[in-house]
């Protein structure tokens, strides 16, 4: 089957297609993203990688686009070219997880507690210690900013604003009021476990995202307390794990 991931373009003399001056950019993120989307959700499990031909041939666009995302899905872990044997998928410990786009591309998977348990193990070990910093690096225009996102969360229990973004939101004024850049390095891993544990969380009648507890991280981190937001942030993400737990029993 043709994909054409552009919807424009000429065809030249030997069939091939030529790019409007200033589309290739366009078109090798296109191509990058239908790739590694095909990749990371397992199309290519049980077969091998095409060649740089096919696919160009396949999404009918030029070589030099096919080329182009290629090297950037290689660049980001998802595939590997060896001499004589062509480019092939590797596997899934290879890949750059701290990647956006491979952040993303995840989203995009069958639902898995595994990945689930992963990403909350992972939130476990960065955020609580993220509190603690906050509480110590407090200052009003931290603070404010973690205020805005509970805020938001408490509308949104009203109807009044989106439960995950405004979740997202705070867990994200979290990292940052650490005033630690490497911290805030995290927000994309952060998001996308929180997208991904909504996808699980939403599935018991009734559970949302706790207020209370969330407000327990704000009041520490706003009284300066780094022990108690540090607890109060593992107390919170281990709710989550507690909900992985009983769904791992009952599979």
């Known amino acids: 089957m043709n994909h054409d991931i552009r919807g424009d373009g000429i065809l030249d003399g030997t069939g091939a297609r030529s790019e409007p001056a200033g ?3 366009n078109l090798t993120y296109g191509m990058l993203d239908t790739l590694g989307k095909a990749i990371v959700t397992g199309r290519y499990d049980d077969a091998p990688f095409p060649t740089e031909s096919d696919l160009a041939k396949e999404y009918a666009v030029s070589r030099s686009v096919t080329r182009e995302a290629v090297k950037m899905l290689t660049a980001k872990g998802l595939l590997t070219a060896r001499p004589r044997k062509g480019t092939s998928v590797q596997p899934a410990v290879n890949w750059n997880l701290f990647d956006p ?20 193990e992972l939130r476990i070990a960065i955020e609580p210690a993220a509190a603690a910093l906050a509480a110590r690096a407090a200052n009003q225009e931290r603070i404010a900013a973690i205020h805005a996102g509970f805020d938001r969360m408490a509308a949104a229990e009203a109807g009044d604003d989106d439960p995950l973004e405004s979740d997202i939101a705070f867990h994200i004024a979290v990292l940052r ?8 390095q995290f927000q994309d891993v952060v998001t996308t476990a929180l997208r991904t544990s909504i996808r699980f969380t939403n599935r018991f009648k009734g559970r949302t995202a706790s207020l209370s507890q969330h407000y327990a991280v704000l009041g520490a981190i706003e009284d300066g ?17 507690v909900l ?3 769904a791992e029993r009952k599979a």
């Not at 993303?104 to 689930?116: A, P, T």
């Open 177 to 184: 009021a650490s005033a630690n850049p490497f911290y805030a």
């Open 244 to 246: 992985i737990d009983d």
């Open 23 to 25: 589309a290739g950019r």
């Open 225 to 241: 307390d780094s022990q108690t937001a540090k607890t109060a942030m593992v107390e919170l993400i281990a709710d989550v794990m």
């Open 101 to 120: 786009d491979v952040l993303r591309w995840l989203l995009e998977r069958k639902f898995s507690l595994d990945l689930l348990r992963q990403f909350t």
